[in-house]
């Protein structure tokens, strides 16, 4: 079952504007990442933000997260044509770990971004 | 350095035969993971192994096996296909385990598809 839900699930925006993409979340987790795919093949990992921080940034990406409302947020300046990509938000789900394993990342349905020239 | 690779990149079968995908890893990354990725969604995780151990295992069916060898490359063995098994399979390597807040690195995928 898939935890994240990405919102919007398409987001069309003029190049130069911010784009922003929301996640929310069922379960407590240890991270939250984000990851970009082009033209359906390989995730690019883009920012990991744990649960003890509240906003971090990379570049032109910023992203928010708040385990209270169970949702996080990613911020694009300055968008630019090279940005049309699905970007997903992914979870860790659990808080802690009891050093038997891991499982793996939950992702979400992920938001179709283009980005008009 | 060489990221994650994939082989096949694209692969036809037929409804119950059986097929096997493999995964180098980035060097010096001791986890592999796979994932499905049915078209419009989000890749779904399929298994987790660490140190040529599985430590994590997804909601699929026992038709689905995988395996990491001492070098780190892993196989994902699929049983028995189904039409429901088309879909992109994508390998992904870490350092270590998820466990330690670890980012994934992906392989472009094998294209799967089942007649």
């Known amino acids: 079952s898939q935890q994240g839900e990405e919102d919007p699930q398409a987001l069309s925006i003029q190049e130069g504007e911010n784009a922003t993409m929301n996640c929310s979340y069922k379960?407590?987790?240890?991270?939250l990442q984000w990851y970009r795919q082009n033209s359906g093949r390989g995730l690019v990992h883009l920012i990991l933000i744990r649960s003890n921080e509240r906003e971090k940034h990379s570049g032109r990406l910023r992203v928010t997260l708040d385990t209270s409302k169970k949702s996080s947020s990613l911020l694009i300046t300055a968008s630019r044509a090279a940005d049309t990509a699905s970007y997903f938000c992914a979870t860790d789900p659990r808080e802690t770990y009891s050093g038997g394993g891991a499982d793996g990342l939950t992702f979400g349905k992920g938001t179709h971004l283009i980005i008009q020239p | 350095d060489a990221g994650v690779t994939q082989s096949p990149t694209h692969l036809i079968k037929t409804r119950g035969q059986h097929v096997t995908l493999r995964c180098s890893p980035i060097s010096g990354h001791k986890s592999v993971s796979w994932y499905q990725q049915v078209l419009g969604q989000g890749p779904q995780f399929i298994f987790q192994?660490?140190?040529?151990?599985?430590?994590g295992r997804g909601n699929f069916p026992d038709r689905f096996s995988a395996r990491q060898f001492p070098n780190y490359s892993s196989e994902l063995n699929v049983n028995a296909l189904l039409l429901g098994d088309s879909a992109l399979y994508l390998c992904?390597?870490?350092?270590?385990?998820?466990?330690?807040?670890?980012?994934?690195?992906f392989g472009s995928g094998t294209q799967l598809s089942v007649l």
């Open positions: 379960t407590s987790i240890n991270n």
């Open positions: 192994y660490y140190e040529k151990e599985e430590r």
């Open positions: 992904a390597s870490s350092r270590q385990s998820l466990a330690t807040n670890e980012k994934l690195f």
